[in-house]
């Protein structure tokens, strides 16, 4: 049976899962959604159009939800919600902000960790099984793709994008993409150091997996001949059957914002 302590206010229109926690203290909004055994711990605020999937549990002082600081944007009704998903872990002084009208809101997927101080900014896109360290720092509208690690004092520019896979060394500051499957870090601005070999054998890629994926980058990072086009093309027919070197094509070419960070400098 859901639980509610004394103390705890939830607001009259919020809708409250079965087998739910809520402990001392914490403040439920009206427009606010809970899963099934969703457990806030004691101290936390979740306010706006905010929906929070099964099994996740909030750890005390998160803040969940409410407007965000864009200062374009500061009509609570024109927010645009946050979404977070199943079996997510939000650790103590947690802050992820709504949407605003600039998309459908912040989302965040399944099966997150989101530890001590982190912060989410509004609309961001926040992929499966994602993992925010320590003070981890997420500026409005970044996207960050399933398995990314981001490691303790990470700062992540707006609408920098973080590739699926991708590991990103603690204090490290993030200006431009970060490809899959790769690993960066330095300050004040992360380079690409090479692929996140440990963390792909972690989730099951091959050795021929792993061997293409760095072929594509090599080409990019080494070579000097032509442009960065000119080189993805020419290894592109190299690596076109193995659909993970393809994708950080593709990543390259089609789904990078900022441009994607280097380890030196690159001309297009």
């Not at 977070?84 to 960790?113: F, L, N």
């Not at 981890?136 to 996207?143: I, S, T």
């Not at 004040?188 to 594509?216: C, Q, S, W």
Request: hydrophobic share 40%; aromatic share 6%; proline share 2%.
């Amino acid at each position: 049976m859901t639980f509610i302590h004394q103390t705890a206010i939830v607001s009259d229109g919020a809708k409250i899962g079965a087998d739910c926690k809520i402990g001392p203290f914490c403040r439920v909004g009206p427009n606010v959604v809970l899963g099934d055994r969703v457990e806030l711990i004691s101290s936390v605020v979740i306010d706006g159009k905010t929906s929070i999937g099964d099994d996740s549990i909030v750890y005390p002082f998160a803040v969940l939800g409410v407007m965000s600081q864009d200062l374009k944007w500061q009509d609570e009704n024109t927010m645009t919600g946050l979404r977070i998903g199943k079996r997510c872990r939000i650790r103590e002084y947690v802050t992820i902000h709504s949407g605003t009208p600039a998309s459908d809101g912040t989302v965040i997927g399944d099966d997150c960790q989101i530890m001590v101080n982190a912060h989410v900014g509004h609309d961001c896109k926040i992929g499966n099984n994602v993992v925010m360290s320590n003070l981890v720092q997420v500026a409005g509208h970044v996207e960050i793709e399933d398995y990314a690690i981001l490691s303790g004092g990470v700062m992540v520019l707006q609408f920098a994008r973080i590739g699926r896979n991708a590991f990103i060394g603690g204090m490290s500051g993030v200006g431009n993409d970060i490809l899959p499957y790769a690993i960066y870090d330095g300050t004040p601005r992360a380079v690409y150091r090479t692929i996140n070999r440990v963390g792909l054998m972690r989730h099951g890629f091959t050795n021929e997996d792993m061997h293409a994926i760095h072929t594509v980058y090599s080409a990019v990072f080494r070579d000097s001949e032509g442009t960065v086009a000119d080189r993805l093309n020419k290894v592109r027919k190299e690596v076109k059957h193995n659909k993970y070197a393809m994708d950080a094509i593709d990543f390259i070419e089609n789904r990078s914002k900022r441009g994607i960070g280097t380890s030196k400098n690159v001309q297009d």
